[in-house]
């Protein structure tokens, strides 16, 4: 396999170059994923170029969105005299107004449908037929978490290993393995919802902030407090190896 450089300004440039020095140690014919090594490579192909549609669809259904909601808000506040005894402006106003928020949940549908036609893998891979789907997730830089962006550094699907006890990450931009012995640190952010995840590569160290994309995940932690299963799985796969002790 040919390396192929990354954007030495992101924040995985030297985890790849890491990564790809370990590839050249193993002999021939060992991919890098079953040789108990974590990494972080370029993908091959690189499938960057879906980020503009995910953005474009991002950007088109806010605006459209924000704009049904801010109409339906203003009609029910200007008109609310009349909506009970005009059957047709109620039904604008309510048009607008969950037409408006179904617009804004849509760019996750559209990301999800691209990142799961790209990126799923055949379920002769996997073991449990649950797993081989993977979960839909973004993907950040966690010392820059907090920073507000219009689309993840990275989006894919996470698969979980757990009786080999490591985790593989599958991205638009990215492919990343992370093995137990390997984890520094794993924690759940304190938004209740995202994965705090520091792992090495040879002597480098990766950090980041993964997070479950879908409406289910956020509605759970808007109402309970905590949305914890993507953190429960991920502790679950990467648990150290007590056999190994």
């Given amino acids: 396999m040919t390396p192929i450089d990354s954007d030495p300004a992101d924040f995985r440039s030297q985890a790849v170059a890491a990564s790809e020095a370990l590839q050249r140690t193993l002999p021939r014919g060992v991919s890098l994923e079953k040789s108990q090594i974590s990494y972080c490579l370029v993908r091959q192909p690189c ?16 605006v459209l969105g924000l704009s049904g909601v801010t109409a339906g808000g203003i009609i ?16 604008i106003t309510i048009c607008c107004f969950f037409g408006g928020i179904l617009l804004m949940l849509l760019p996750t549908y559209v990301e999800r449908w691209i990142v799961r036609h790209h990126l799923s893998q055949p379920d002769d891979d996997y073991d449990s037929g649950a797993e081989s789907k993977g979960i839909h997730i973004s993907l950040e830089y966690a010392l820059t978490y907090s920073s507000i962006r219009l689309l993840a550094e990275d989006v894919g699907l996470i698969y979980f290993h757990p009786e080999d006890h490591y985790v593989k990450i599958d991205g638009l931009s990215y492919e990343y393995v992370v093995q137990s012995k390997d984890v520094v640190d794993l924690s759940l952010h304190s938004n209740g919802k995202s994965v705090l995840l520091s792992y090495r590569v040879g002597e480098e160290l990766l950090e ?6 879908g409406v289910l995940p956020e509605l759970k932690r808007q109402t309970v407090g905590s ?5 429960m799985k991920m502790q679950a796969a990467l648990k150290p190896n007590e056999e190994a002790d």
Wanted: charged share 20%; net charge positive.
């Fill in 208 to 213: 980041l902030a993964i997070a479950p994309r």
């Fill in 227 to 231: 949305s914890r299963g993507l953190f």
């Fill in 47 to 62: 499938l960057t170029r879906l980020r503009a549609p995910i953005k474009v669809t991002a950007v088109a259904c806010g």
């Fill in 76 to 91: 029910g506040l200007l008109k609310r005299d009349m909506l009970a005894d005009n059957a047709s402006l109620f039904a």
